[in-house]
């Protein structure tokens, strides 16, 4: 086994942080592709918890190398920020690199941000306002500043003030969002940030991962976001602006497609999802807020409550088909611990027709509601469960259709937030 590619398949928040640690384990190597500081990932050791915003869940083993990818946008006060908290935690984040390649996040992408949400007439996206959207906007524009640019320091006041000059105007003149930026200032702090972190940098980050993957290395692609949040295939516009799905891996870190060997999709055993857009499960108020409170579903990033709602099989089915899902990971089980039923979507009835296909039009899932099936609840506590045959059979039985409606085999399930609290089928 080369690659391993960790998907969400959801609208973020499955939990991919801790299935990345305990597989990083056994790793050789932990890779970042995509999505930045708007990524928030969980990992609890012993009683202590981690928050990750943009250093892959790998960094707790020194021996695995972590790197953030090609296709990361990086804000440098976010990564001096995360690898400093870590240093003082004891984690010296030598084992970690970064992409020469990646773009920077600068003050005006988090101002375009703003701006956008606040003079969305079409509606607001609910973004992290972190300035993702508009860095990727920039990167594909061409007109974006990279890690490398940092080595030019001529090359990068050039790029920056041009940049300074388009958005000034855009942001003061067409968003009413007053800015009076100044260039010697932002390159001060930025190559202040960048002496922080140019020894953690690599000149060709894909040269490091395609020795590993020639070298046989055990290599985990690690996706943040998820399938329903991917500009592509989700929900759009209520999407990141990055590729999560398993093939993002290939352009944000840079390899061919039949290196893959396993993606595993992470899903949790109900359906969140923050900020706006379509949410065909949700259940608003009582079960709803009930599963917040049970299941701590609160934003990483922005603190934001989760909108909560059943297991969404139509959903999983369509991130089967575009992750190409080989084993499935289940969250969160021991949320659903006390309820007495637990509903399941199983289709979509559309315009009088009973569907399985997700529609990624939105105009068109408005249209569409649920078709569940209830299954008994289990009411018993199986956090300190460790062996699947010990689960009680209602628990079972509502993950045989889990991954019949997901189609794909359920190899590991999540039953509580610590390290250990998991079950390897
Ligand atoms: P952006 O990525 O900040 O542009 O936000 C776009 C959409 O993606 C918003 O609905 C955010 O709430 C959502 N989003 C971005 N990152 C995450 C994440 O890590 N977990 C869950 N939702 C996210």
Same mark, same amino acid.
């Given at each position: 086994m080369t690659v391993t590619v960790i998907v969400g398949t959801q609208w973020g928040d499955e939990g991919k942080g801790k299935i990345t640690d305990l597989l990083a384990r056994d790793m050789d190597m932990v890779v970042r592709y995509q999505g930045g500081n708007n990524a928030g990932h969980t990992v609890v050791i012993k009683d202590e918890t981690f928050k990750l915003h943009l250093i892959p869940s790998g960094i707790f083993y020194p021996t695995v190398t972590c790197v953030i990818g090609n296709?990361?946008?990086?804000?440098?006060?976010?990564?001096?920020?995360?690898?400093?908290?870590?240093?003082?935690?004891?984690?010296?984040?030598?084992?970690?690199?970064?992409?020469?390649?990646?773009?920077?996040?600068?003050?005006?992408?988090?101002?375009?941000?703003?701006?956008?949400?606040?003079?969305?007439?079409?509606?607001?996206?609910?973004?992290?306002?972190?300035?993702?959207?508009?860095?990727?906007?920039?990167k594909f524009n061409r007109r974006g500043i990279r890690v490398?640019?940092?080595?030019?320091?001529?090359?990068?006041r050039q790029k920056l003030e041009w940049n300074l000059k388009e958005k000034s105007f855009l942001l003061n003149n067409f968003y009413g969002f007053k800015v009076d930026y100044n260039a010697d200032q932002i390159i001060k702090d930025y190559f202040a940030l960048y002496e922080q972190f140019k020894g953690l940098v690599v000149e060709e980050s894909t040269v490091v991962i395609g020795g590993a993957i020639d070298g046989n290395k055990r290599i985990l692609m690690e996706g943040a976001q998820g399938t329903m949040l991917d500009v592509d295939h989700g929900t759009y516009p209520y999407v990141t602006s990055s590729n999560p799905i398993a093939g993002g891996a290939c352009s *944000?870190? +840079?390899?061919?497609?039949? =290196?893959?060997?396993?993606?595993? #999709?992470?899903?949790?055993?109900?359906?969140? @999802?923050?900020?706006?857009?379509?949410?065909?499960?949700?259940?608003?108020? *009582?079960? +709803?807020?009930?599963?917040? =409170?049970?299941?701590?579903?609160? #934003?990483?990033?922005?603190?934001?409550?989760? @909108?909560?709602g059943w297991y969404d099989g139509v959903v999983m089915r369509h991130a089967a088909k575009?992750?190409?899902?080989?084993?499935?990971?289940?969250?969160?089980?021991?949320v659903l611990d006390s309820l007495d039923k637990i509903d399941v979507c199983v289709a979509y009835e559309c315009e009088g027709k009973r569907i399985k296909d997700f529609p990624t039009d939105?105009?068109?899932?408005?249209?569409?509601?649920?078709?569940?099936?209830?299954?008994?609840?289990?009411?018993?506590?199986?956090?300190?469960?460790?062996?699947?045959?010990?689960?009680?059979?209602?628990?079972?039985?509502?993950?045989?259709?889990?991954?019949?409606?997901?189609?794909?085999?359920?190899?590991?399930?999540?039953?509580?937030?610590?390290?250990?609290?998991?079950?390897?089928?």
């Open positions: 296709g990361v946008v990086i804000d440098p006060a976010v990564l001096v920020q995360e690898v400093s908290g870590l240093r003082q935690r004891g984690f010296n984040c030598a084992n970690l690199k970064v992409s020469s390649q990646a773009h920077i996040i600068f003050p005006y992408h988090r101002d375009l941000d703003a701006a956008q949400e606040q003079k969305h007439e079409a509606g607001r996206i609910g973004t992290t306002n972190r300035g993702i959207g508009p860095c990727y906007v920039d490398w640019d940092f080595q030019y320091p001529d090359v990068f *944000g870190a +840079g390899f061919g497609p039949v =290196e893959i060997d396993e993606v595993i #999709g992470v899903a949790k055993a109900y359906f969140t @999802r923050v900020g706006g857009g379509p949410f065909p499960t949700e259940i608003e108020g *009582g079960m +709803g807020d009930q599963l917040r =409170e049970r299941g701590g579903e609160y #934003g990483t990033t922005t603190g934001r409550p989760r @909108r909560c575009v992750n190409g899902i080989t084993q499935l990971a289940i969250t969160k089980l021991d939105i105009n068109r899932l408005a249209k569409c509601t649920p078709i569940y099936e209830s299954y008994p609840g289990w009411k018993e506590d199986i956090t300190k469960i460790t062996n699947y045959a010990k689960l009680p059979a209602n628990a079972r039985k509502y993950l045989d259709k889990l991954a019949e409606l997901s189609e794909a085999r359920v190899s590991l399930i999540s039953v509580g937030a610590e390290r250990g609290q998991i079950i390897k089928v």
